[in-house]
């Protein structure tokens, strides 16, 4: 009896992480669309609502005008801030689809799918 309890768990621990697995490519492909064929630029922030919005634009216009479309996605990975550093940031990437605002776990998965690639 012991032993089915014993059965039971590791087949439910190895299902529940197989989902995990499969939600967390489900995301990165259907809601990033995070394009391989160039650099993608991490920023990380925490707490930045009064700057943020001038970086992204300045990466964004060398992107649109100058010669840099070598870029092909900025992903700002959120450290849990507790200004309005991720609602701007969302506000942006209505704007432009090359801006992925995620959180730093999501970060690294789409990090190691794309060293995957």
Known sequence: MLEFFINTAIWTFAFYGFFEFLKNIIYVCTYTKCKTDGINVIVTVKNQE???????????????YGKDDIIKNIIVADLKSDDKT????????????MIKVVSWKECKDIIDLIDQD
């Open 50 to 64: 009064d700057k943020i919005e001038g970086l992204l634009r300045t990466i964004i216009f060398k992107i649109l």
């Open 86 to 97: 991720k609602e701007i940031v969302q506000k942006l990437s209505i704007d432009n689809e």
